[in-house]
């Protein structure tokens, strides 16, 4: 009778592995060309090489994220940053968990208002926060590039390139040199909301957010096509000069 060896388990645990070692460098690849999205470099266990390995979290993570930061910036309670023991990872690379397309008003300076650190935040910012073409192309470098899951389009109350697009459509007003540009371009916003009840500098906000979250999605086949694998989130918010406090409008 012959006799049966029991095969062992060594080449079993090998080629696992190397099955692991495999699939954890090309994922790695992934992560650097930008084809990896955040939450599912966490399950594949990239993260953990990540520059900021905290920041490898889904769309609705991320969202919620920064809220509760921007609720500790309003009630002043806000965290003590490390920023120095930072320095030596950040050098390497960055992965933001969150995008913003802000005003770039001095009063509202998106790390403060959501409560983050350096790494946290890809922030893209001009007067008026709408959308322009270096605008887009550098978030959808944060998107494609540096996996991030979130984008937020920030305007805030009291801004003066809306009010100048007010100013232009109701007043026909010219403004001095490219400072037309702004108004002209936050115009057709102030349109919709001419005949709405209530203040019209606030509805006028209110509707540039959401014009300009509704051109990301609609502009960009690249943002549009990340939203539809549900990768990335684009949200709209106000942020109040008076609380701190960032109110969602859409």
Do not use: W
């Not at 060309?33 to 390995?53: D, E, F, I, M």
């Not at 921007?70 to 933001?96: C, I, W």
């Not at 192309?137 to 590039?145: F, G, K, M, R, T």
């Amino acid at each position: 009778m012959c006799k049966v060896h029991k095969p062992t388990s060594a080449p079993v645990i090998n080629e696992r592995r190397r099955f692991l070692c495999l699939a954890a460098t090309g994922a790695g690849a992934l992560m650097l060309a930008g084809v990896l999205p955040n939450q599912v470099a966490y399950a594949t266990g990239v993260a953990a090489s990540l520059p900021k390995p905290q920041n490898a979290i889904s769309p609705d993570d991320a969202l919620t994220r920064l809220m509760d930061g921007n609720a500790r910036y309003a009630d002043g309670v806000t965290k003590r940053h490390d920023f120095m023991s930072e320095r030596d990872a950040l050098a390497s690379g960055q992965n933001p968990f969150a995008a913003v397309l802000g005003c770039a008003d001095s009063r509202i300076a998106p790390e403060y208002a959501f409560d983050t650190s350096r790494g946290d935040l890809f922030a893209v910012r001009v007067a008026g926060n709408f959308v322009t073409t270096d605008g887009l192309a550098s978030l959808e470098y944060a998107v494609a590039v540096l996996g991030t899951p979130l984008i937020v389009v920030l305007g805030h109350d009291s801004c003066g390139a809306v009010s100048a697009g007010v100013k232009a459509l109701k007043d026909d007003a010219r403004f001095p040199g490219h400072i037309q540009s702004l108004a002209d371009a936050i115009k057709p916003s102030v349109a919709k909301v001419l005949t709405q009840p209530g203040e019209l500098l606030d509805n006028a906000i209110v509707q540039n957010v959401k014009d300009t979250v509704a051109r990301l999605q609609r502009e960009s086949s690249l943002l549009s096509s990340a939203m539809a694998k549900g990768t990335l989130n684009i949200v709209g918010g106000v942020y109040k000069l008076h609380t701190g406090k960032v109110e969602r409008v859409v």
